[in-house]
């Protein structure tokens, strides 16, 4: 096999179970896609069927792109003939699903899953950072944690990785143990459970039930890393005891959590952490507000230490840590009346982590106002309205000035709240993008925050060209 190559020609024959089309065996490639808008030359495409396109239709575009070969179904093979180098299986997401599946195989890496309600994307990031710091390390990119992101992401993994970080999600019971069985870590972290995805289930212990699938898949001898505040932890353990987990490590404000958290301490921008982590105490910069994300960094500590990394070493990589886009990304911008700070919250939204950006957004003390704008939070099922109007505590006891609101269960928030915090509100979030824009003052710290669907990324989106992007806040 050619070093250079990801995959060999003849490999993926194999692997695949394929048969070629369209001229010879490809030479292999360099990458693995499933887009063709972020498609490199040399990758390998797969013409994945969604649920609202289906990738044999974008397969030609990839081969003018430069793609080395296209996977694709025999049902479609008769309109795709000559359009290039083609491999011809029977179900395109099953062969991915075996392209990954021999990528884990064949792999020698330290490898870490995460999962959790709530920070499962940032701690993915911040192991990524760390472990970097003394090997070549693959991840996870973006959110790439379901059914085809898991095997995609294990397929695009180089043979010579010392170390691999895999986030995997779930909406319904049953989602996580296929995927942990793929990927194998030996370490399986759960930042925590909240009430996120409640049309799938009745209870949040049956959350935490899905979520602690995560161990079904741990490799023998295997850690599981569980957050010791939360109600359901010794569920949880339950779950990691039953598994092949040698040890059962917790991270928390808990006294008797492995990896304990003493202080926090705001410093522009990012915060002082002390804790003590296995017996040792440390003093560390996270390059990131939030005593969430300082909770959540015990939890790559001690990752990081399981996997054999000196825990200063691991500790000091965390002061270059930043938030993932659309999850605390902090940003300056020029209002018209001068300079504010932008807390981008935009990719997703639960009770539990809208109550954690209330408390970030509490913690800036210095703004002349703190503005929320908010969107709905999907999928919370029946009490969706009451777990809304929930909110407004939060809002309260952290001080936050004003608020705008889209989205019909966010009215029901916004009509709680007393009126002098009510900025607007309107059905749709592309309806409060100019009213926003035009309140912001000098001073203010905007922190913009929904469920994906909500579709509040576009606000965020047009701030940052509206009001030119200087530098990054307060690193």
Do not use: C
Request: no cysteine; proline share 4%; aromatic share 6%.
């Amino acid at each position: 096999m050619n070093a250079n190559l990801l995959w060999s020609g003849f490999n993926l024959v194999s692997v695949l179970d394929a048969r070629v089309s369209g001229g010879a065996v490809p030479a292999g490639a360099d990458g693995v896609s499933i887009d063709t808008r972020t498609l490199q030359p040399g990758d390998l495409f797969f013409s994945i069927i969604g649920e609202n396109s289906d990738g044999h239709d974008f397969a030609a575009a990839a081969l003018q792109k430069g793609a080395a070969a296209a996977v694709v179904d025999e049902s479609h093979i008769e309109r795709l003939k000559g359009i290039g180098p083609l491999y011809v299986v029977r179900d395109t997401l099953r062969a991915l699903e075996a392209l990954g599946v021999a990528s884990r195989a064949r792999s020698l890496a330290g490898i870490v899953a995460v999962t959790g309600s709530v920070g499962k994307t940032s701690t993915k990031e911040a192991l990524r950072l760390v472990l970097s710091t003394v090997g070549k390390t693959h991840a996870s990119a973006a959110s790439y944690n379901n059914h085809w992101g898991v095997p995609l992401t294990l397929a695009r993994m180089p043979a010579d990785a010392r170390y691999g970080v895999f986030e995997i999600g779930m909406n319904h019971p049953g989602e996580i143990t296929p995927l942990v069985s793929m990927v194998r870590p030996q370490v399986a972290i759960i930042t925590t459970v909240a009430p996120v995805h409640l049309e799938a289930f009745d209870s949040v212990d049956q959350i935490a039930d899905a979520k602690g699938e995560i161990f079904s898949g741990l490799a023998p001898k295997g850690v599981a890393i569980i957050h010791r505040d939360i109600p359901q932890y010794e569920r949880l353990r339950d779950h990691a005891r039953n598994s092949a987990a040698a040890q059962v490590l917790s991270f928390g404000e808990h006294e008797g959590a492995d990896a304990r958290l003493e202080r926090a301490e705001l410093v522009a921008g990012a915060q002082i952490v002390s804790a003590w982590i296995l017996g040792t105490q440390l003093r560390y910069r996270l390059g990131a507000p939030g005593r969430h994300m300082a909770l959540n960094s015990l939890s790559v500590l001690l990752g990081a230490r399981a996997l054999g990394m000196d825990l200063t070493e691991a500790a000091r990589a965390l002061a270059k840590f930043e938030p993932p886009t659309g999850r605390g990304q902090r940003l300056k911008l020029m209002a018209p009346s001068g300079v504010f700070t932008l807390i981008d919250e935009s990719y997703n939204a639960n009770p539990a982590s809208m109550r954690a950006a209330f408390a970030l957004l509490g913690e800036e003390i210095h703004a002349k106002r703190r503005i929320a704008v908010l969107g709905d939070m999907l999928e919370l099922g029946p009490d969706s309205s009451n777990l809304h109007r929930g909110l407004a505590d939060a809002i309260e006891t952290n001080k936050v000035d004003a608020v705008f609101a889209s989205g019909p269960m966010m009215k029901h928030l916004y009509d709680d709240l007393p009126a002098n915090l009510r900025g607007a509100w309107t059905e749709k979030s592309a309806d409060l993008s100019e009213t926003v824009a035009s309140a912001i003052k000098a001073g203010d710290v905007v922190m913009v925050k929904g469920s994906n669907g909500s579709r509040m990324g576009p606000i965020v989106a047009m701030l940052k060209e509206r009001y030119a992007l200087s530098t990054p806040a307060d690193k």
